[in-house]
């Protein structure tokens, strides 16, 4: 399925003055970052916000419906939420339901310090070294 780009542009609008706001393309949905963090995703053109133990209850008692993707059979629940109607009107409203999206990453981001620039999803793992190749001058 295409993704709606008028969709993208609009949230990545409605979410400007946040943070450092970048997007990404993978498995299918648009993946919405700020300051380095995952906040927000959007799959078949629904806007789902990140939640965790603290601030999944608000996405509950709203009854907003948690983000699912079938999965070798399965259907894996995802700690995203979707984005409740008046966000797209209201810009209080998205300015709300985004920070919370945002203090959930914050509380789930590891608690080591990252590097300035490095992506989270980058390895972090030092590639071995090729083994020295012998040379012959005969």
Not at 17 to 42: E, H, N, P, S
Not at 103 to 113: E, H, I, T, V
């Amino acid at each position: 399925m295409a993704l709606d780009a008028s969709l993208q542009g609009t949230v990545l609008q409605l979410l400007s003055g946040m943070g450092v706001l970048r997007q990404r393309k993978m498995f299918g949905g648009v993946y919405i970052f700020c300051d380095d963090l995952f906040i927000a995703t959007i799959h078949d053109d629904t806007l789902y916000f990140k939640a965790n133990a603290s601030t999944a209850a608000d996405f509950i008692a709203r009854g907003l419906p948690v983000f699912s993707s079938p999965k070798e059979g399965v259907t894996a629940m995802l700690q995203y939420y979707q984005a409740p109607p008046e966000v797209f009107t209201e810009p209080a409203a998205m300015k709300f339901w985004a920070e919370k999206a945002l203090l959930a990453a914050r509380q789930d981001a590891p608690s080591k310090s990252r590097k300035p620039g490095r992506m989270p999803w980058k390895s972090t793992v030092p590639t071995s070294r090729q083994p020295e190749v012998e040379r012959s001058d005969a």
